[in-house]
Structure formats: structure tokens, C-alpha cells
């Protein structure tokens, strides 16, 4: 039975989503038949917010804003605030390229941030500064040699807690240029998708900062003691106590996770463990009184499981003791959707807060492909929705009395704004209204068409969710080509959030398909672990179900069908085009195709027996049979492979090229489409013409396959 779970979204039980005034009538419909279809340049122009953070008197929210820097192909960010009541539309507080993490003091006269700095041509590790808000500019506070990755404000606002890296220095040998590049590698896990090589030495502390008037920025006075892996700092409401998180051991890749809490007093000694942890803990958050810390995380099964399923937790400061909040919600807390287009290189803030009672827990909790607020009673762990409806809560906070809650919600029409409401008698519900529209310049001049909804029954009786959008100008007695979008992880789950690539590719003509088969999440434990042992299989049964029923509804035309996916999509695209012929193309995306190869090359490690039961040495035909490489002979299906130079988390030599070089010796069309310096986050936080680059490349593979269009760029010599 699972122990710990997490998630959310946005909108209301009992109240209702109202939007900021928008323009007149007249002028709403002239807009409205002038649109345009959505296209892959758009993401050029669009708006991305994150990080929500709501000033303690309620007064102004902060956030993160990311927009694409065109001159040097890529994102910047500034910290951005608004009033909570709408009364004016957001206005820039930062000026720097790259500023992130916004963060109040207690008392909301300064705000802190994270800002990295351009310098040769090279960007320097991020440090918190500090503005002032009665006026002057922002100024730093940290001086850490290697940045800071995440910090907090003590409640009397005389001390920063932050997290960062410790590296060794190593000295230069005389008569030597340089120290050693030359890695020795001794772990397991030696290189992460998106960082690259890790340093065996380096190691995360956390450090106290003191917050100084003078205009030098210093460095931190690490936490007495040696300890591994120290993360998350959260102070107690008196300030004299901070409590942080570490690791029992330092490589965890043999055993499932056993997470360390600790007690620190500000004025220095020896840290105090308070819990030893059966598993993961993320967002320690201090009660009100100071008894009790809650966070998010996963506790460990036995045996293993290939999806733990994340719950809301307290714990005792007193004697340690944990209890699970959410063993009976079988949903997932403090999760979120898969799509592509959250706010890229900023963090989403949506940790579970207190309130100011501290009888209950606000925490985001994803739901059969929404995401939504729900509080959590702590005496009886009942449980209430705070937020309903269609959409994905990205991030959330509230003012230090709990009159007034803001939240970043997405829907499959909307990138992302900010909803602020007031809770309802008894704190039960929440009626929210929009008071930021950063893409509706852009999206006036869109035509962005809603998702539907379909749910069918699979082989053993199993409900699956789905949606299709539809082309413009879509007419229900006239049939489409289909492409069929496979999310990855495996466990994840697609749902009510925006997704450009879909939309972009229903403006070529296309209905889209994506659906949420077995192994998903947001659909209970059980559902998420069904294919532990049995990825792929029974999974994409789901799918050609789903191609079935849309088939059946009379619109789809069945000899022109695409499938994509990424990761364990493209996965599971490599295994459909081995097992049946029905697609007439396909683009499989940072994939694998061999998981004995993958297993000896992915940046994390399979040592314990969560996907597969034994190594491939010791199994080799299990590996074999669940690889799709093996049905390379059976393969017909004309396929584009998709993969970034730098991927560690799916390296193409797993995946991409293994499949290149089978179908090219059986002369089936197949073409590879290789990005460089990119890693497996290319769809999301890749550079921006990259990005547009790969959404050209699948849609011209799919017009060509399917709807007959020259494109002899992909021609064989």
C-alpha cells in the first residue's frame, strides 16, 4: 500500500473563474474572424510565468517572467510583480538577463532574488540579491564560489539560508598551464542529462548568509559537521532553529532513498538528527508553532515499485514521528502535467504552505489530468478541494493572514496567468479571478482551438482519458490524418495544460490524439505500477484502442495515421511501428531501442529491480524482447528519429541510431534529425530556434507521409 503523494491545479469547487476585462464585443468578434492558425514561430513571441510569490500583506505578487532573447537565441528573466486586486498590469522590478526565485522578507520590505551574470561570453553561478523596495538598486548578498541553488529569508530577516556546491580546489602543478582535465570517475551515476559529468568531489551544504546593510557580498558560514547531500533549509517561525534535509549514503543507486533530517541552531554547534526518513522528502515547511514540519515526498515500498506514488507528510520536531496525510488519496501531491511550454530555466514554487491556523495543509494535487489546490485537514486528514476545474496550478501562495490566495494556472487555450481569490467561510473553497493576460496581444490574433475529451474501456476493463484537438475549419462528416502523441516518463501524465506542438500541428490539417494509457499518473497507485515488468506491452494495447475509438467516431481517415512520442514515448513509438503496419509514418523522439545498450548508458543506474527483475547479463531475453530493436524486421513504417547531441538521459546510441542503422540496411525510409548541443529537455527548455527547428522537422515528416507533400530534404542519395 502506498504511504506518501502529491499534487494540484486551479478554479473552484463551488465559486467561479472570472477573467480580467477584456475588449468589447464588437472588437472581440472583428479579432475573432481575422485569426490566424497557431504556427511553430509563435514561440518566439510567447510569455512564460512561474514562481508565484505573494507579498505577506497580500498586497503584490512577484514571479518570475521568461521571454525568448532573440539576439542571443535564448531566455531571459526578470522578476516581474503585480497588484493582487488587478488593479494595473504587471511592471518589471529587475533588470538583469537572468534573475529568478523571487523571495519576501517577513516583513515585505525587500525582496530577494537568484541572478546569474553574462561575463565573456560566459554566465557566471547564480548569487541572491537583494532590493530594497523603499527604492535603490538591487545589490548582492552571497558571494559563494559556486552559486547558489536555492535560498530562504529567517523570519527576522538577519540571515539567508541557501544551498550550495562545495568543490575542492585542486592545486596547479608547477610548470602546468592548468589543473587536470582528466576525470577519474568512481560512482555509479557519473554524468546528469543537462549538467554533464559530476564531480565525485563536489558536494551540496547549506550555508548561513548574514543579510548585511554593507555593499560587499559575502560568503556563507557552512553548518558545523560532514553530511551528504544537505538540501532544502527551512527556518523555524522563532528563527533560532533551521532544520534541513541529507542523505544516509552517498550513493544511493543500490537501495531505495533513506532521507536524514536535521536541526540546526543559528548560533552555531553541532546539528541535531531529528528523523531518519524510509524515503524522499521535498519542501520542508515549519508549522505555525513550530511542532511540526510538513513535506512532500515518497515513501519506499517493498518490494520495489516502479512508480512511487508522492504524498503529503508531517512530522514531529519533538520525537521524529511521521505520518502520511494522504494514504487514502489515491492522487498525486505536489505533481504536475506533461506539456511543453512551462516557463523555461524557472522554478514552478508550488510547495505546500500552512494555514495560518495550523490546522490544515494547502498543497497541489494532479488528478485524472487536471492539477488543482486541495487542503488537507492534519488532525483527521480530511481533505477538501481549495481549486477545481479544467486547467494545471503551476504555482501558488498566499498572504501571511490566508485572506487572499494566488495561483499560475494553465490551461490547453492558455500558457499561463495569475488568478487571485479570496477564500470561502471555513476556508472551504476559493472563487479566483484573472488578473494577468501576458499572451492575449498574441493570442488575439491566434485561433487556439479547445481539446476534447474521451474516455474509453480497455482490454481487462480498464477507463482510459484521452483528448484530440481538431485542424481549423473542422467538419465532423469529413475525414482527417491522425497523429497519435505518446507522452514519456513512462509515468507521467498528458491532461488540461498547454501544449504548442499540439496545437501547431492541428493548424497543418491534423487531428492530434494524445492519451494517458496504463502506467500514467494522476490515476492512482495501481493504475501507475500495472506495467512495472511489462513496459512495453500492455500500454500500447491502450493506444491502438484509442486509435480505435477514434476511428469509430467516423472523422479519422485510417490510411493516413502518424504516431510520435518522446523518451518513453518514442519508446513506445519504436515498439509500435515492430507491431503492427497501421501507421503510415512515425517520428520517434529521444528514444530507446535497445535497453540492454540503455542500461549500460543512461545517466541514472536500474540497480534495483523497479523496471526490469535482473540485469541484462543475467536475463538477456527479457531485455531482448522488451527492446524494439528486435522487431526491426517487421518494421514497414517510413520513420524520422529525433535526438539531441547531448542527451544523457536517452543517448542516441541506445536509441536514434541503433533504429537508423537497422532500417537503413532493410532499405525502409528512415531519416535522423540531430540537434546539437541539446539534451533531453530539447522540447521544453532547448534553445529557442532549436525548438522550432524540431517542430518543423515532425510536421514536414508527417505532411510528406501524409498528406503527399514534396519534401526532398528527406530523400536518400
Given at each position: ?380 486528514a480530511s481533505i477538501a478541494p481549495v481549486t477545481s476545474g479544467d486547467h494545471e496550478v503551476q ?99 498528458y491532461g488540461y495544460t498547454f501544449t504548442h506542438e499540439f496545437l501547431a500541428q492541428a493548424a ?141 538521459r536517452t543517448p542516441p546510441t541506445a536509441g536514434g541510431e541503433a533504429m537508423f542503422r537497422a ?55
Amino acid at each position: 500500500m502506498r504511504r506518501f503523494a502529491g499534487f494540484i491545479i486551479l478554479l473552484i469547487a463551488l465559486g467561479t473563474w472570472h477573467e480580467a476585462p477584456r475588449a468589447a464585443p464588437g472588437t472581440r468578434h472583428e479579432a475573432r474572424t481575422s485569426r490566424r492558425p497557431i504556427s511553430e514561430l509563435d514561440l518566439l513571441q510567447f510569455v512564460w510565468l512561474a514562481d508565484l510569490q505573494m507579498s505577506p500583506d497580500g498586497q503584490q505578487i512577484a514571479m518570475a517572467r521568461v521571454t525568448v532573447d532573440r539576439e542571443r537565441d535564448g531566455y531571459t528573466s526578470q522578476i516581474w510583480v503585480v497588484p493582487s486586486n488587478g488593479s494595473s498590469p504587471p511592471r518589471p522590478l529587475t533588470s538583469g538577463k537572468r534573475d529568478t526565485m523571487p523571495r519576501w522578507s517577513a516583513d515585505g520590505a525587500r525582496l530577494a532574488f537568484l541572478r546569474a551574470i553574462d561575463k565573456d561570453g560566459q554566465t557566471d553561478p547564480p548569487q541572491v540579491y537583494m532590493l530594497d523596495l523603499a527604492g535603490g538598486e538591487a545589490r548582492p548578498l552571497t558571494r559563494q564560489s559556486e552559486g547558489v541553488s536555492t535560498f530562504t529569508w529567517s523570519p527576522d530577516a538577519k540571515w539567508l539560508a541557501v544551498t550550495s556546491a562545495v568543490v575542492p580546489t585542486m592545486p596547479v602543478e608547477p610548470g602546468r598551464p592548468k589543473a587536470s582535465d582528466v576525470r577519474v570517475i568512481t560512482r555509479a551515476t557519473f554524468r546528469a542529462d543537462g549538467a554533464g559529468y559530476r564531480n565525485g568531489a563536489r558536494r551540496s551544504r547549506v550555508f548561513l548568509v548574514p543579510v548585511s546593510d554593507g555593499a560587499t557580498p559575502q560568503a556563507g558560514r557552512p553548518l558545523a559537521g560532514v553530511r551528504i547531500a544537505e538540501a532544502d533549509p527551512a527556518f523555524a517561525p522563532d528563527g533560532a532553529t533551521l532544520y534541513f534535509t541529507a542523505r544516509d549514503v552517498e550513493e544511493t543507486d543500490f537501495s531505495p532513498p533513506k532521507t536524514l533530517v536535521f536541526a540546526a541552531l543559528v548560533s552555531g554547534g553541532e546539528p541535531r538528527q531529528i528523523a531518519r526518513i524510509d524515503g524522499s522528502v521535498d519542501d520542508l515547511v515549519p508549522s505555525p508553532d513550530g511542532r511540526t514540519l510538513a513535506f512532500q515526498g515518497g515513501a519506499n515500498d517493498t518490494p520495489v515499485r516502479s512508480y512511487t506514488q508522492p504524498d503529503l507528510f508531517v512530522l514531529s520536531t519533538a520525537d521524529g514521528t511521521v505520518r502520511n496525510l494522504t494514504t487514502a488519496y489515491d492522487f498525486d501531491i505536489g505533481a504536475g502535467l506533461t506539456g511543453d511550454q512551462r516557463a523555461p530555466h524557472a522554478a514552478d514554487g508550488a510547495r505546500p504552505m500552512w494555514t495560518p491556523d495550523g490546522s490544515s495543509l494547502l498543497a497541489v494535487a494532479a488528478a485524472q489530468g487536471r492539477a488543482n489546490i486541495i487542503r488537507v485537514r492534519v488532525a483527521d486528514a480530511s481533505i477538501a478541494p481549495v481549486t477545481s476545474g479544467d486547467h494545471e496550478v503551476q504555482s501558488f501562495s498566499a498572504s501571511r493572514d490566508g485572506s487572499t490566495l494566488a495561483s499560475l494556472a494553465a490551461t490547453p487555450t492558455n500558457i499561463g496567468d495569475v488568478f487571485v481569490g479570496t477564500p470561502g467561510v471555513g476556508g472551504s473553497s476559493v472563487e479566483l479571478k484573472r488578473i494577468t493576460s501576458v499572451n492575449q496581444a498574441l493570442f488575439d490574433q491566434l485561433e487556439v482551438p479547445a481539446p476534447e475529451q474521451f474516455w474509453f474501456t480497455s482490454f481487462d476493463g480498464r477507463k482510459v482519458q484521452g483528448w484530440f484537438v481538431t485542424p481549423p475549419g473542422f467538419d465532423r462528416t469529413k475525414k482527417y490524418p491522425l497523429i497519435l502523441q505518446i507522452h514519456g516518463g513512462p509515468h507521467s501524465a498528458y491532461g488540461y495544460t498547454f501544449t504548442h506542438e499540439f496545437l501547431a500541428q492541428a493548424a497543418r490539417g491534423y487531428v492530434v490524439a494524445y492519451v494517458n494509457p496504463r502506467g500514467s499518473t494522476s490515476y492512482g497507485a495501481d493504475f501507475g505500477n500495472v506495467i512495472q515488468y511489462h513496459y512495453p506491452g500492455d500500454d500500447y494495447t491502450d493506444l491502438m484502442r484509442a486509435v480505435d475509438d477514434l476511428l469509430s467516431r467516423g472523422f479519422v481517415d485510417r490510411d493516413r495515421l502518424g504516431v510520435t512520442g518522446g523518451s518513453g514515448g518514442g519508446l513506445l513509438t519504436n515498439w509500435i511501428i515492430g507491431h503492427t503496419d497501421r501507421f503510415h509514418a512515425a517520428v520517434s523522439q529521444r528514444s530507446i531501442a535497445d535497453w540492454e545498450a540503455w542500461w549500460y548508458a543512461a545517466d541514472f543506474t536500474l540497480f534495483q529491480p523497479s523496471w526490469f527483475r535482473k540485469t541484462p547479463w543475467q536475463d538477456r531475453a527479457d531485455y531482448a524482447a522488451r527492446s524494439p530493436i528486435t522487431y526491426a524486421d517487421d518494421i514497414h513504417t517510413p520513420l524520422m528519429l529525433v535526438d539531441g547531441d547531448a542527451d544523457y538521459r536517452t543517448p542516441p546510441t541506445a536509441g536514434g541510431e541503433a533504429m537508423f542503422r537497422a532500417l537503413k540496411l532493410r532499405h525502409v525510409p528512415v531519416v535522423m534529425v540531430r540537434v546539437p548541443n541539446e539534451g533531453h529537455e530539447l522540447s521544453r527548455s532547448g534553445q529557442p530556434w532549436h525548438r522550432i527547428d524540431r517542430l518543423r522537422h515532425i510536421a514536414n515528416w508527417f505532411d510528406k507521409w501524409l498528406q503527399g507533400k514534396s519534401m526532398p530534404e528527406y530523400d536518400a542519395p
